[in-house]
């Protein structure tokens, strides 16, 4: 697994296998991650989809469209 990752909730992070960096709070945040890397997700399933680097998802579902984008700011939004 990747190093110097934190993640807190049910889900969170749980697929990831080399990104590093990333800090994570919430059901489900950034669950489909595998090797994106310094991502902070906050809130139930921010940033659900997303496999890029350096994307901040804050709120409840805020970025779960965002899949392979980097260097994202969702606050609160879905994303496209």
């Given at each position: ?23 994570v ?38 970025g779960?469209r ?11 939004h879905?994303?496209?």
């Amino acid at each position: 697994t990747g190093g110097g990752n934190t993640a807190v909730g049910a889900g969170a992070l749980a697929n990831t296998t080399s990104g590093g960096g990333n800090t994570v709070l919430g059901l489900g945040a950034l669950i489909y991650n595998a090797a994106g890397s310094d991502n902070v997700a906050v809130g139930r399933e921010a940033l659900l989809q997303s496999t890029g680097h350096d994307n901040i998802g804050l709120g409840s579902v805020a970025g779960w469209r965002l899949q392979t984008g980097d260097h994202n700011i969702l606050i609160g939004h879905p994303g496209e």
